[in-house]
């Protein structure tokens, strides 16, 4: 099987630089060809729930535009030029150096530049991220490598109940900043004190904050694993990796029950929380069910394409607290083979044994083929990109986009994470069954 | 196989540039001395690339796949682009819209080492099987073209194995600072791979109108609707059309483009080569622009007597609206900024309808646009210019001082200036044409209406840059080489 790509589900490792902009503040300066920057905002960004590009993001970011001549001749006294100019045009407070190919192939000794700026004691990192060497998923590991290493101090004390969040990666997953608000509010609930670096409330200064937290909190099944053991490594702080994003009262419960164990948080408090929570939810669920159960226009078997982050907490909900059955899931963020295995592991932990076949391609085409294989007996539920809305329409499913890309719906605060977020998934998988029949 | 012979950048061919900062007198004596030359800045903020360009160019053509040969990232801008040929289908009827077909090789690290040419000959026999499609464009990447592949050497051994006309389409990113370069480079593959060395039988009516994927259906309708007016058969390449629309090219008694700056290499090429001569004309946007093109594209088919008569037609019908939106748009300052064939007509259109012009911003800058700067001269007199591939720093640092009451662009920027705007290129309603002269006036005198979003996102939200940089020269990082 050839190795193509069609129909794009994520971009290359520059894509990172999303994470950048996604750090109030935090300024990227690409190394790069001059359309780098525009192609990955379009699929990341515009294209994406139209989620936009924040404070200096779109064609404000400074970047070199690398020509001929610095193909030719090597690009880094262009860079520098533009570092230094950085400094007097942009008010930021972190500056992050990042390369696409061109430098990279080229060879420009990007570390020698920035290293020089460091020096002075400017708030900078580099990071070579030329598109080749994988995806913005990977990039936004190597991003967070580098801020480790290059940026962050050793704390004096550790802050007692502090947690770093690391989870959704800013802008590939579309729900992002909503999620990450309500992870934290997930933490918060339980008593401890939630640190987050990306999206409205994060910042520099959470970022600062990152070495005094009692414990590192990863929710994703492989990406971020590096980052946590380096911080493990670097700083000596434990971290909790916990694979399944929670969307939905079983997720959210064990969730819930998994941190504050970890934590050392007594489980009475825990299970005071979860009480109100569930109750809740099932307030409205409660109400859901007389339409659900009454016209059982619910399809019953559902296929997701998608990250693995979005796909395993999805199809987790869509199993354990709706009653649907997993088809083929499909994982399309070109999960790297070593973490492939534990990845499909996750897929194996669903309630009453059931189990989902997993299947690793971020080549939609690919996917595309292997859907019209399945022999549905009824119409199914297919949770992807905007991309499957045609072989959705062709295999008559109900489609719903949630993963990148999503250009049919404009997001912003909104999630599907904790108990809330399953309420706003039932309420937008049934309007898809419904507007059919409008 | 023809050989492929490459096109010139813009840089060299036209003299093109990307940076200048001054008054519209000064550019304009300057250009006509001979003495504008290409610049840099030693500060940049991030651009797009000529291989952008040639994706947009090519996406909507019919049974044609797309090949990228780069990583994956490089096709980020088919997310974007397949949403407009979506909706563009829709706009044209299509029921069931299908998605733009586009594949990338997906060049990886080891590939970059070893090179990636087999890949590439696998990905065109994976295209082959998998969509069975009339054509392939092959377009090359900053990593494919540095790492040195044979592109077009894969392409003739392969050519062989495949039934679809597989073209190469040179479009390296970091070869041109011009992103119109990239529509230069489809061309040239379209000449060097589809078109007969001989053309085909004269069709009389038929006129070949040139034109980019950003021009929506709307537009399509409006200036199909002037040109069968005057009884022109208009051929429209190549955005959603076939490999037949594109083949009758040859036979086409004149060729026009809804934007000068997109098609004059190819039209020059076809006039050339086959005889077919075409219009100068920027673009048909704004009153006097849309007469001058039309008279311009009746005249190469001998209907001028017909153009005129329907220009007077046209005229009255649309002139009591025009008077009206005058009275709302009467002395309103503007800042334009877009591409240079449709920011200088629309200046021609913001004078039309009583807008004052206080600055104009280009994405590039050259000999194509030169008789429409002195047009604008010619109405304004003095005004402010600046050339500049975005750098919404300068933009931004302009707008600080001009202040003006309305911006002719994409607002994104400006809108946390507290400016109101609106666009002049719209992916639903027209731009061009009489019909597109009143809706843009629409749009503008509702923007000057209501600018109450930017006023608020402006309160909250500021841009990027440090107070420091609003009390600088705003062409402080221009690097002018001295004119010798």
């Not at chain 2, 090219?249 to 060729?255: N, V």
């Not at chain 2, 649309?318 to 200088?344: H, V």
Request: proline fraction near 4%; charge should be negative.
């Amino acid at each position: 099987m050839p190795q193509v790509v069609e129909q794009i589900r994520h971009v290359c490792t520059l894509g990172a630089f999303e994470s950048v902009l996604a750090i109030k503040r935090a300024v990227p300066i690409m190394h790069a060809g001059p359309g780098c920057g525009a192609k990955l905002w379009t699929t990341l960004g515009l294209q994406n729930g139209c989620q936009g590009s924040g404070y200096v993001g779109g064609h404000a970011i400074p970047c070199t535009n690398a020509s001929e001549q610095e193909v030719v001749f090597g690009g880094t006294d262009r860079l520098r030029e533009v570092i230094s100019n950085t400094f007097n045009v942009i008010d930021g407070d972190l500056f992050v150096v990042m390369t696409g190919c061109t430098s990279d192939i080229v060879g420009d000794d990007v570390g020698e530049v920035t290293r020089k700026f460091q020096k002075q004691g400017k708030p900078i990192v580099y990071v070579e991220t030329g598109g080749f060497k994988g995806s913005n998923l990977e990039g936004h590991e190597m991003l967070i490598d580098a801020i480790i290493d290059q940026y962050l101090k050793p704390a004096n004390e550790v802050e007692a109940g502090l947690v770093n969040i690391w989870s959704v990666i800013p802008y590939q997953n579309t729900f992002w900043s909503g999620d990450i608000e309500q992870l934290k509010g997930l933490i918060s609930s339980i008593g401890l004190k939630p640190n987050v670096i990306f999206g409205p409330e994060g910042g520099v200064e959470a970022l600062n904050n990152v070495p005094k937290a009692q414990f590192n909190l990863l929710i994703s099944p492989w990406v971020g694993l590096k980052n946590v053991i380096k911080l493990k490594e670097k700083f000596d702080t434990p971290y909790l990796h916990y694979p399944a994003l929670p969307i939905g009262p079983t997720e959210t419960t064990n969730f819930l029950r998994a941190v504050a164990e970890f934590a050392g948080i007594s489980s009475s408090v825990v299970e005071q929380v979860i009480q109100k929570q569930e109750d809740r939810y099932y307030y409205y669920l409660e109400r859901a069910a007389d339409n659900i159960l009454e016209t059982r226009l619910l399809p019953r078997r559902f296929v997701t394409i998608a990250d693995s982050l979005y796909a395993l907490g999805i199809s987790r909900f869509l199993t354990n607290d709706l009653g649907l059955i997993p088809e083929k899931q499909f994982i399309t963020d070109n999960t790297p083979i070593e973490y492939q295995n534990i990845v499909a592991a996750e897929f194996e932990k669903f309630t009453d044994n059931i189990v989902a076949e997993v299947v690793f391609s971020n080549d939609g085409g690919f996917v595309e083929d292997e859907l019209k294989k399945i022999k549905f007996r009824s119409r199914p539920l297919i949770l992807g990109s905007v991309w499957d809305r045609v072989v959705a329409k062709e295999l008559k499913a109900y489609q719903l986009s949630v993963a990148t890309p999503v250009s049919d719906h404009m997001v912003l605060s909104k999630s599907y994470v904790g108990y809330d977020g399953g309420l706003h998934l039932t309420e937008d998988v049934y309007s898809v069954v419904l507007d059919d029949f409008q | 196989m023809s050989v492929n012979v490459l096109v010139e950048n813009r840089e060299e061919r036209l003299n093109s540039i990307i940076a200048y900062g001054g008054v519209s007198t000064e550019i304009l004596g300057k250009f006509k001395e001979k003495c504008l030359k290409n610049a840099d800045r030693s500060f940049t903020q991030a651009f797009q690339c000529q291989q952008m360009t040639s994706i947009l160019t090519l996406i909507t053509v019919k049974d044609a796949v797309m090949l990228i040969h780069a990583p994956v990232g490089c096709t980020g801008c088919a997310s974007f682009m397949n949403s407009a040929f979506r909706r563009g289908q829709i706009l044209r009827g299509v029921k069931n819209p299908i998605n733009a077909k586009w594949v990338a090789t997906d060049l990886d690290e080891s590939d970059v080492i070893h090179g990636g040419e087999e890949k590439l000959r696998e990905a065109i026999l994976e295209i082959e099987k998998r969509h069975k499609p009339k054509i392939i464009f092959v377009l090359t990447s900053c990593a494919s073209g540095i790492i040195g592949d044979d592109v077009e050497g894969v392409i003739a051994n392969v050519s062989k194995e495949v039934d679809a006309k597989v073209l190469p389409v040179n479009c390296e990113g970091f070869k041109t600072k011009i992103t119109a370069t990239g529509y230069d480079a489809c061309y040239n593959a379209i000449l060097n791979h589809i078109l007969d060395e001989e053309p085909k039988p004269k069709d009389p009516n038929l006129v070949n109108v040139l034109s980019p994927f950003s021009i929506n259906k709307k537009d399509h309708i409006e200036l199909e609707r002037l040109l069968s007016a005057i009884g022109i058969k208009a051929n429209f390449v190549p955005a959603y059309a076939g490999l037949e629309d594109i083949e009758r090219i040859t036979s086409a008694a004149a060729t026009t483009t809804v934007c000068h700056v997109h098609g004059e290499y190819f039209m020059d090429v076809l006039e050339k080569k086959y005889g077919i001569p075409y219009t100068r004309e920027v673009m048909p946007l704004g009153i006097e622009s849309t007469d001058k093109w039309l008279l311009e594209v009746a005249g190469l088919v001998g209907k001028t007597k017909e153009a005129k008569e329907l220009i007077k037609k046209e005229h009255e019908r649309i002139k009591p609206e025009i008077d009206y939106l005058k009275s709302q748009l009467k002395g309103k300052r503007a800042f334009i900024s877009g591409g240079p064939a449709r920011a200088t007509t629309a200046g021609t259109l913001a004078q039309e309808l009583g807008i004052e012009l206080v600055g104009l911003h280009l994405y590039h800058f050259d000999e194509l646009v030169g008789e429409e700067i002195k047009r604008l001269v010619e109405s304004y007199g003095s005004f402010n210019v600046s050339v500049a591939n975005m750098q919404p720093f300068e933009q931004a640092n302009l707008i600080q001082r001009l202040k003006p009451d309305l911006f002719i662009g994409v607002g994104t920027w400006i809108a946390k200036q507290g400016i109101t705007s609106a666009s002049v290129l719209d992916q639903l309603r027209n731009s061009l044409g009489y019909e597109g002269a009143l809706v843009v006036g629409r749009k503008l005198a509702d923007a000057v209406k209501n600018p109450s979003f930017g006023e608020k996102l402006a309160k909250w939200r500021k841009l990027p840059y440090k107070q420091e940089w609003f009390d600088e020269n705003p062409f402080k990082y221009l690097k002018l080489e001295e004119v010798v």
